[in-house]
């Protein structure tokens, strides 16, 4: 992979233990994991229509270098890029362990998170 293609900074945060509020819920929270210098290869808006709403959504693809760290990437953590928060459906190793292929979506505030 081209160094000089990688010009986008991602955050990808994992789940850290559960706590909970007064009334004994559990409240997620996500702790940093790693950075990477990425390359953002794709990107597919779409939008959709479910329970009567208009769900818009956006699905990227990037690529980062590989290593150990970011073999160990999983579709359980987020991805942060550009301060939008994207749930990882797709992780894949490109060649060798030449690089990580990831693919991310995000839902707009607006829409359905389903």
Known sequence: MRLGKLNKR???????AATRNAMNEPIESWAEFARFMAEQIDQRPTESWKAGQTAAQVERVWRIRWSDRAASITPSDRLNCDGREFQIIGVTEIGRRIGIQIVGIAYSEEGLNT
Do not use: T
Request: glycine share 0%; no cysteine.
């Open 10 to 16: 991602i955050v990808i945060r994992r789940a850290s």
